[in-house]
Nanobody, 123 residues
Framework: VQLQASGGGLVQAGGSLRLSCAAS?????MGWFRQAPGKEREFVAV????????LYADSVKGRFTISRDNAKNTVFLQMNSLKPEDTAVYYC????????????????????WGQGTLVTVSS
């Protein structure tokens, strides 16, 4: 499965961006992680194909929304009220089969990764 992420850019604090990630094949789990300079990759949000499981990191809850277009094997991340601390390279990830909820926040649980798209939030 190949993942192609897009939509990153430079935005002022308080602004919005929408990331997209198109997959070459269907996957049950699709989500987003991010990595800021000098930091480890961290979980942002994930969504299961049927919508039964949607999880967010506490740091983005209420500001970011993950959604999917299953017909196009595409996952989106709508990011509102952006903060400078949201600055990072954002990676989409997917896993063909469902996993337990406790594992959904772990990067090691995902089989496929996109190339990353840079989001920069200026203060």
């Amino acid at each position: 499965v190949q993942l192609q992420a897009s939509g990153g850019g430079l935005v002022q604090a308080g602004g919005s961006l929408r990331l997209s990630c198109a997959a070459s094949a269907s996957s049950d789990m699709m989500g987003w992680f991010r990595q800021a300079p000098g930091k480890e990759r961290e979980f942002v949000a994930v969504n299961s194909r049927g919508g039964g499981n949607t999880l967010y990191a506490d740091s983005v809850k209420g500001r970011f929304t993950i959604s999917r277009d299953n017909a196009k094997n595409t996952v989106f991340l709508q990011m509102n009220s952006l903060k400078p601390e949201d600055t990072a390279v954002y990676y989409c990830a997917s896993r063909t089969r469902r996993i337990v909820v406790s594992a959904m926040r772990l990067a090691a649980s995902y089989d496929y990764w996109g190339q990353g798209t840079l989001v920069t939030v200026s203060s």
